[in-house]
């Protein structure tokens, strides 16, 4: 789904013009942060909304961009799955405004930033600001849509190499769970959570030890972890289309 597609419930435009609102109010900034968080990407606003509209149109219930909300969006995506069938299209019209509500908690949250070129939701990736921590939530999406590894769609965390080793031993020591739950939306944002506290603690405690301060990482410091991504994607085009 692109910028002004109606998504499977039928909705269009309109979306797209509260979404263009909403995009210019700035955003709460996490607690621990010291600066407003800047508005989302247009396209991902709209997604986000659209995504707001089709599971309370589906369920009743809407979504307010909290964790507490997530398992909602667990049912809608649980229900979207068995009605789709297995069909991969519809599981892409899905995807793009699911992992856009997703990454929009999250970026609320882990005080992070979107990546996100127009229309490429594959390439599109979610940079945390106070770890080094990157995703496409997008792909998180399609993943709990197919219940499956969503190859070329970089839903897998990306860090430094020198983190990668304790992320594993977190993840390890973590309770095994259903492949529904293990891919579920609350359940990736909580997998998410765990990591980034790790990474957090570790990092506060070698600068006790070092004296040196704290750092935050900006968009270039992304530029070799997003190219290595992308090409991933570009090689391995797999998965939902």
Not at 57 to 62: F, I, L
Not at 158 to 179: C, G, H, I, K, S
Request: hydrophobic share 40%; with cysteine; charged share 30%.
């Amino acid at each position: 789904m692109t910028t002004g597609d109606q998504g499977p419930n039928g909705h269009g435009d309109e979306l797209a013009e509260a979404a263009a609102e909403e995009a210019d109010e700035p955003i709460e900034a996490p607690p621990e942060s010291h600066e407003p968080l800047a508005p989302p990407p247009a396209e991902v606003a709209e997604l986000s909304r659209a995504c707001i509209e089709f599971v309370k149109k589906a369920t009743g219930m809407e979504l307010d961009f909290t964790a507490e909300t997530l398992p909602v969006l667990d049912f809608y995506v649980r229900g979207v799955r068995e009605e789709a069938g297995g069909k991969t299209e519809v599981l892409a019209l899905v995807a793009p405004p699911v992992g856009a509500y997703l990454g929009e908690v999250a970026r609320r949250r882990l005080n992070a930033r979107w990546h996100a070129p127009p229309g490429q939701h594959r390439r599109w990736r979610l940079e945390l600001c106070d770890v080094f921590l990157s995703t496409n939530p997008v792909g998180a999406a399609a993943e709990a849509l197919l219940l499956d590894e969503a190859p070329g769609w970089g839903a897998r965390f990306r860090l430094m190499p020198a983190d990668e080793a304790l992320a594993e031993r977190v993840l390890a020591n973590l309770p095994e769970v259903d492949v529904e739950d293990y891919y579920a939306p609350s359940s990736r944002l909580e997998t998410l959570e765990i990591v980034v506290d790790a990474l957090v603690g570790h990092h506060l405690a070698q600068r006790e030890k070092s004296g040196e301060p704290a750092r935050r990482y900006d968009e270039p410091d992304y530029g070799w972890a997003r190219a290595e991504a992308i090409a991933e994607v570009d090689g391995n085009g797999d998965g939902v289309a």
